[in-house]
Every structure is written in structure tokens, then in C-alpha cells.
């Protein structure tokens, strides 16, 4: 009833840049957050940015400086503005939203994931 399809991912050579970005579509009544969340093999899926209502963001201190997170409410999309990119960087970036449906019940809606692959 809610899908979130991400886009932009890719490979790039260390100190690059890449942009993702998410659309929600669906049996949306309100978005009060949307951020982006990584995971490599073998390791923890981390967060790494988040926006949530009002225009707070939050960044894992590994990207900060580097990373930029931005919203559009309107049309139901998140972005994130890869620079510096470092190997270590490297990990499915999945689309994150904390969504209240139209049944009025809140739930994390994941994106499919797309690959950020950085080169040294």
C-alpha cells in the first residue's frame, strides 16, 4: 500500500560525488520522517541521515561534512548529496520513512536498496 523506489546509485572512483533519492507513493495520510540507512556484509545496517518534521536532520559523525540530506515534502522525496565519497563508503543504501497510512497507523517503510560502490 506504500512503496518507497530509490534511485541514483552507482560506482565512482574515491572523491567523487553521487545523488540518491526516494519517492513514497501509496495510501499516504502523513510522512513525519524520511532518512537514508546503509549496510555492508557482515556489518549492521547504520543510519545515515535522517530528516525528520520541522527540518532536523541527524548524520553519523562519518559523513558529516560530506553528506547532505534535503526534502521535498510536496512531492514525497528524499535525497542524499554524496561528496568526498571514500571506499569505506561503500554499502546498500536503503531508503527509510516513517509513515502514517491512511488506516492511521504508523510503520518504517524500507526502500529496495541501490549499491554505492566507491573505488580506491
Known amino acids: 500500500q506504500v512503496q518507497l523506489v530509490e534511485s541514483g546509485g552507482g560506482l565512482v572512483q574515491a572523491g567523487g560525488s553521487l545523488s540518491l533519492s526516494c519517492t513514497a507513493s501509496g495510501s499516504i495520510f502523513s510522512i513525519n520522517a524520511m532518512g537514508w540507512y546503509r549496510q555492508a556484509p557482515g556489518k549492521q545496517r547504520e543510519l545515515v541521515a535522517r530528516?525528520?518534521?520541522?527540518?532536523?536532520?541527524n548524520y553519523a559523525d562519518s559523513v558529516k561534512g560530506r553528506f547532505t540530506i534535503s526534502r521535498d515534502n510536496v512531492k514525497n522525496t528524499v535525497y542524499l548529496q554524496m561528496n568526498s565519497l571514500k571506499p569505506e563508503d561503500t554499502a546498500v543504501y536503503y531508503c527509510n520513512a516513517q509513515i502514517t497510512s491512511t488506516t492511521k497507523i504508523a510503520y518504517d517503510y524500507w526502500g529496495q536498496g541501490t549499491q554505492v560502490t566507491v573505488s580506491a
Open positions: 530528516e525528520a518534521r520541522g527540518g532536523s536532520t
